[in-house]
């Protein structure tokens, strides 16, 4: 029987709310380097935040529980995530502009 936390997942998440100019980005960075996640999060120019992450399966929904809410300062309207597979296109997890 195959262990599914060691499986590889990726996500694509975009979140709305007041997601920028409250440091959801870095956090998300910060959250998802100490999971062993790579990929990025970015600012869209709608205002909401782009999330990539590549990881095991159970650091995957670790991190998609916590995009649902974000940092203090954050406010979370609405996240929509969808399940990809993995590239393994990314060598860590940073702030892309």
């Not at 095991?56 to 203090?72: H, M, N």
Request: aromatic share 12%; glycine share 10%.
């Amino acid at each position: 029987m195959k262990d599914e936390n060691c499986e590889i997942k990726a996500i694509y998440a975009l979140a709305f709310g007041r997601v920028q100019g409250v440091g959801f980005r870095y956090s998300t960075v910060k959250r998802a380097l100490a999971l062993g996640l790579k990929g990025y999060a970015r600012n869209m120019s709608d205002g909401s935040v782009e999330v990539m992450a590549e990881g095991s399966a159970e650091a995957i929904e670790k991190l998609v529980k916590y995009l649902k809410q974000g940092p203090p300062a954050a406010r979370v309207d609405r996240l929509d995530f969808r399940y990809l597979s993995p590239k393994g296109y990314y060598r860590s997890f940073n702030v892309e502009y």
